[in-house]
C-alpha cells in the first residue's frame, strides 16, 4: 500500500482511493500516478513519464502525458480543495 497524505494506491489489486473514496482509474493511468507517488516530492518531467510507463522512448512533441495527468488530477481533486498533482512550468510534474 502507497499512501500520500489522504491518498491511498494498491498497486497489487490496482485500487485508488482519496479519503475513503474509491477512484477508478483506466490502465494507463494507474502507473502514471504510481509513479508519481514513487518519485513525490520531485518534478517528473513528461519525457521520463513516456519512457517509464509507456516503456519507449518518445521523441514527438505531443501532449499525451498533459492529456493523462490531467485527467488523473480530475479524477483525484473531485469533492477535495487543492489537487495533488502540481505542474511545475517547463519542468514537469510533482506530487505536492
Known amino acids: ?35 508519481l507517488l514513487h ?5 517528473v518531467d513528461r519525457h521520463t ?15 499525451i502525458a498533459d492529456v493523462f495527468i490531467a485527467l488523473i488530477r480530475w479524477k483525484i481533486t473531485i469533492g477535495q480543495e487543492r489537487p495533488l498533482i502540481q505542474t511545475v512550468h517547463g519542468l514537469g510534474y510533482k506530487l505536492e
Open 39 to 43: 518519485y513525490r516530492g520531485e518534478v
Open 49 to 63: 513519464l513516456l519512457e517509464q510507463v509507456w516503456d519507449y522512448d518518445y521523441h514527438s512533441p505531443g501532449n
Open 1 to 35: 500500500m502507497l499512501t500520500y497524505r489522504d491518498l491511498e494506491i494498491n498497486p497489487a489489486a490496482h485500487l485508488v482511493s482519496r479519503v475513503k473514496r474509491r477512484i477508478a482509474l483506466i490502465p494507463k493511468e494507474f502507473p502514471v500516478l504510481e509513479y
